[in-house]
């Protein structure tokens, strides 16, 4: 812990002069006081800072950048993507949560509930942290507490992604999500922040970044963070350090950028879900209540390594190329996973495990994109091929002791060190995947606009070995599909467009567990199918979609005999309204509406709904700039109630939650600027429960506050 320590504190001061350097004012000559009447200038190539076109209102970028197809219009894409801007992220930080509160923005995402992982739904699908993209490259981020202090943006895509971005880890194919990071600005930066948090929890970050070169054709941006002191949840406490360092270089024909980065977490007590075990689900306890023995922790570093170039060969034809490395080392893993309720009267009991794990995972894609024309129709086309390998193993120990306590007296907390020594398994490998594939993506527009059409298709490979035995795999499974992608927009008038789409996914094969009758079986990549219909408007003051949607794959769960397999198809139907902007000069908002269906088709619960899965969801934040400086938001949540189980023997009741912030700015007469902000997570202190899972539940915590101060130089 030391050594990080020290390794940080030298980055920090490296930064700093660094950030001294740039900041240095050069000295010009005065111009002379006489002005010819003409004069004539050498010939200059002047390169500026590309500024994001953001919609009024400041929450949401215009453009997204789609992968194969590059950036491109939220309005020119017949499927709903929204890119979510700095700004977002600020009115939505919550330390070690702060990815998760953002992207709920959307109304097509909804909480797992459970602060510790990231994880989320799209449109009623489950996706993993694993499965997000950073920079367009798949497989570069951990499942749990993921930074923000580097992210310039976040994209959400809702639906099958797998033709625009291609092979994720986990195969999550309701939709997907990429984090941008951010590059050196023009105007050289400085920025420190402190933040205050939980019940004793500060955070310092620094914002570094400056541009060189002729033309400033070179950048360098550095994100600092370091956080420790306990949560909002009852003895939770996170340490964490990381570094986020990006090059960048634009040039006339090329672009190219080079992120690196480290992080080191250690969390005390994180806080889990509950399993009801079988019965009924008890009134919510506090919202700080924390199910974790004291002394469990996660520990875990990580690396990543992102490169992406972009070359232009001729104004219509460009070369793209992306790749990543990624490293993660849980050297402590000691946990009660899950805690399970033994009475109705909130009573549990947990199990320690200590199963340290690590993993490394190596992905690129590289490809051409460009525009023909044909008679009245252009174009856009994209040829692209991707390849991830991921491996990883680990050790295990599974305690005999069995702790108790009671979801409302903090009970559990009582256990203050282990019952047991913990001796750990010999290493072992977990198994390997190597997932690859091609698309080829042809839209089409119409010279007058009018219309224009998508047609993809994509080719996808997956190799999956067996576990290690420690020389050899003992076993590989190969299978490959193919997946069509149709899409059709129509321009009504020159605010809003008609569109609708037919889009396939493909997740990945996994091997079935050994606690299941048929361990080690393989179970091949589900299909998911997505078909829907929408519009579009922008007046440039308000935009927005709605849109009926239905996506169905395969749906895997253990039968009465614990055979776990495919049974049936999991059905998802629904509609969803986003709307973003500016509704007056000082009033701003986004939000929206989703109603879904969640059913099983097939097996033993043919037309029941699917746990877990609300009906309704929606989400809002509303902003009123009070001047030039003051700025207030609030933000209210809302899930209806949704089955616990399979058999729809029970709920969870609906909940609501209301945030509240307000925020500072002040730029000074030196150029500087100061900044003061302060969130506070529901309001009203509410208790309630989220669905998690079948028959699994979690707190989202209860009122906390998040006070910022930051001094720009």
């Known amino acids: 812990m030391k050594d990080h320590w020290k390794k940080l504190e030298k980055a920090v001061l490296l930064s700093i ?13 005065a111009a002379s006081e006489e002005t010819p009447d003409e004069y004539t200038l050498s010939e200059m190539v002047v390169l500026g800072e590309r500024q994001k076109n953001v919609y009024a209102g400041g929450y949401v970028v215009r453009e997204n950048s789609l992968g194969a197809l590059g950036d491109t219009d939220f309005m020119d894409v017949p499927f709903n993507a929204i890119s979510l801007t700095e700004k977002s992220i600020m009115q939505a930080r919550q330390p070690g949560n702060t990815l998760t509160q953002l992207v709920t923005m959307d109304p097509t995402v909804t909480s797992r509930g459970n602060k510790t992982y990231n994880d989320v739904r799209i449109r009623g699908f489950y996706i993993s942290p694993h499965d997000y993209y950073l920079n367009g490259v798949s497989g570069m981020l951990s499942q749990s507490s993921i930074p923000m202090n580097f992210v310039d943006r976040v994209e959400v895509i809702s639906g099958p992604d797998t033709l625009l971005h291609g092979v994720s880890d986990s195969g999550s ?78 040039g006339e024909k090329t672009k190219a950028q080079f992120l690196y980065g480290y992080r080191y977490v250690n969390q005390t007590a994180p806080t889990f879900s509950l399993a009801l075990n079988g019965h009924a689900l008890p009134p919510a306890p506090s919202g700080d209540a924390n199910f974790q023995l004291p002394w469990s922790r996660y520990r875990y570093n990580n690396n990543i390594l992102t490169l992406s170039l972009e070359h232009e060969f001729t104004k219509n034809w460009q070369a793209f190329f992306h790749a990543g490395y990624h490293d993660e080392d849980w050297n402590s893993c000691y946990e009660s996973y899950y805690p399970k309720l ?121 190799k999956a070995f067996r576990a290690h035995n420690g020389k050899d795999y003992t076993g590989s499974y190969s299978t490959s599909a193919t ?28 091997f079935v567990r050994s606690t299941y009758a048929n361990g080690g079986e393989y179970l091949p990549p589900q299909l998911t199918k997505q078909m829907e219909i929408g519009l579009k408007w922008d007046n440039k003051k308000l935009a927005g979609s709605f849109s009926v949607f239905s996506l169905e794959q395969e749906n895997a769960y253990a039968d009465a005999s614990n055979v776990y397999r495919y049974h049936g198809r999991q059905k998802n139907r629904g509609a969803q309204v986003t709307v973003f902007g500016e509704v007056s000069p000082k009033f701003n908002l ?88 302060l969130n506070v997570f529901n309001v009203l202190n509410r208790k309630y429960w989220v669905a998690r899972s079948s028959d699994t539940v979690a707190l989202e915590g209860p009122r906390s506050i998040v006070l910022t101060v930051g001094y720009d130089f």
């Open 342 to 462: 033994i009475d109705d009267r909130g009573n549990f009991e947990a199990e320690m495990e200590e199963v340290p794990i690590a993993f490394w995972r190596l992905s690129f894609d590289a490809g051409i994109r460009g525009k023909v024309k044909t008679g009245v129709l252009t174009h856009n086309l994209s040829l692209r091929a991707d390849r991830m390998s991921t491996n990883g193993g680990g050790q295990d120990w599974f305690g005999t002791a069995t702790y108790q306590g009671n979801i409302y007296d903090n009970s559990i907390a009582r256990y203050t060190s282990p019952l047991e020594q913990v001796l750990l398994d010999p290493w072992y490998y977990s198994g390997a995947k190597i997932l690859s594939g091609i698309t080829v993506i042809d839209r089409i527009v119409t010279d007058d606009e009018k219309w224009s059409f998508l047609a993809g298709l994509r080719y996808q490979k997956e």
């Open 590 to 677: 986004i939000g929206g509406l989703m109603y879904l269906k969640g059913t099983q088709s097939g097996g033993a619960n043919d037309g029941s709904e699917l746990p877990a899965l609300p009906n309704w969801n929606a989400t809002l934040t509303a902003e009123y700039n009070a001047d030039a400086n003051w700025t207030i938001f609030g933000r209210l949540l809302y899930n209806s109630s949704a089955y616990l189980t399979s058999a729809n023997t029970a709920k969870v009741p609906s909940w609501y939650r209301f945030d509240l912030g307000v925020q500072y700015e002040k730029p000074l007469a030196n150029g500087n600027a100061v900044r003061v902000g």
């Open 173 to 250: 194919i309701g939709g997907s999500i990429n984090l941008v990071p951010k590059v050196a600005e023009d105007k050289p930066r400085i920025s420190f922040t402190e933040t205050f948090s939980g019940k004793s929890h500060y955070e310092h970050a620094l914002d570094l970044g400056a541009r060189f070169g002729k033309n400033k054709e070179w950048g360098i941006r550095a994100n600092i963070d370091a956080g420790h002191g306990n949560t909002e949840f009852r003895h939770e406490k996170m340490d964490y350090h990381n570094i986020f360092v990006n090059f960048d270089y634009r």
């Open 483 to 510: 997946s069509p992608n149709f899409g059709i927009m129509y321009t009504l008038n020159e605010q809003s467009k008609l569109y609708a789409n037919y889009m396939e996914g493909l997740g990945r094969g996994v």
């Open 17 to 29: 002069l660094g950030g001294a350097l740039f900041t240095s004012d050069a000295v010009y000559a």
